[in-house]
């Protein structure tokens, strides 16, 4: 298997509380792996430890070949691993293209003498950044490529949601983290939604993903393959009917209900 990210026994305590226990995961390159289970389930813990927000308790996490355990967010970031929150982090007072360049500092030149004394050379790289952006956009909603000047008030959830995504993609990751993409759409929306990410995935090679989401018809329609949390440990792995079918997973959720039922 052509592993992207192998997380091995990989434990977060809080105090006393055990949010994520022991967990061991791997993820091919250009997978869609969707992570559920109940609230509390450690979905979101897993993200911000893969993530360097929080520094593991225990246990290992490899990516792309190298051992980023002890890594800062901001190394993690340059390694290859973008994410999006559940709770929209735009700033709706910019604009779409000043909102996906705060995603894309890790591309451009910041330094004070760059920016000050090579004038010419800055607005070719912001030139270049802006036909980038605009092609990226236009993946996911061509009027939106139309429109990268106008500021973010002014537009829908899923127009922000759309954004938001491409903000993580604009830094070209390995690994893109989707916590909750449908939140606050409706369904309408979200299926939309789900259009686009699958569509990027087509545009860009090996773009591997890891989507935690609550909405069932979103996780059997995008994943290739579902993990499942319950107290922070794995209770089941496989293609979504499988896991909808495991008692362990039925109980976890539902009691004895069919998560495909709910």
Same mark, same amino acid.
């Given at each position: ?13 809080? #105090?006393?509380?055990? !949010?994520? =226990? ?17 609230? #509390?389930? #450690? &979905? ?9 927000? $929080? ?11 190298? =051992? ?15 994410? %999006? ?20 500092? &890790? ?15 800055? !607005? !070719? ?20 490529? =139309? ?26 990751? &390995? ?10 759409? %409706? ?11 699958? +569509? ?22 995008? %994943? ?8 922070? +440990? ?18 976890? $959720? ?9």
């Amino acid at each position: 298997m052509n592993a992207l990210l192998h997380c091995r026994v990989l434990t977060r305590r809080f #105090g006393g509380v055990t !949010a994520l =226990d022991g967990l061991d995961l791997s993820l091919p390159r250009g997978e869609i792996l969707g992570l559920i289970g109940p609230n #509390g389930s #450690g &979905k979101t813990t897993f993200f911000n430890v893969l993530t360097g927000i $929080y520094a593991p308790s225990s246990g290992h996490i490899e990516f792309d070949g190298r =051992d980023i355990s002890a890594c800062t967010p901001q190394q993690i970031y340059r390694a290859g691993i973008a994410r %999006t929150f559940q709770r929209s982090r735009l700033n709706l007072e910019l604009s779409i293209f000043e909102n996906l360049m705060i995603g894309n500092h &890790k591309r451009l030149n910041s330094s004070l003498w760059f920016n000050l004394m090579q004038r010419g050379a800055l !607005a !070719a790289e912001v030139g270049a950044a802006y036909t980038e952006a605009r092609e990226l956009m236009r993946t996911f909603d061509a009027p939106l490529a =139309d429109r990268l000047d106008e500021p973010m008030a002014g537009f829908t959830m899923i127009d922000r949601r759309r954004v938001e995504v491409c903000r993580a993609l604009i830094s070209r990751p &390995k690994l893109l983290l989707l916590d909750e993409p449908s939140a606050g759409m %409706t369904h309408e929306e979200t299926r939309a939604l789900m259009d686009d990410i699958l +569509q990027a995935r087509e545009r860009i090679a090996d773009l591997t993903i890891i989507i935690v989401e609550h909405e069932m018809g979103v996780i059997e329609r995008i %994943t290739d393959r579902c993990v499942v949390l319950n107290f922070g +440990q794995k209770i089941a792995e496989g293609k979504y009917r499988e896991v909808a079918q495991d008692a362990k997973v039925q109980e976890a $959720y539902l009691g004895v209900e069919s998560i495909h039922e709910g």
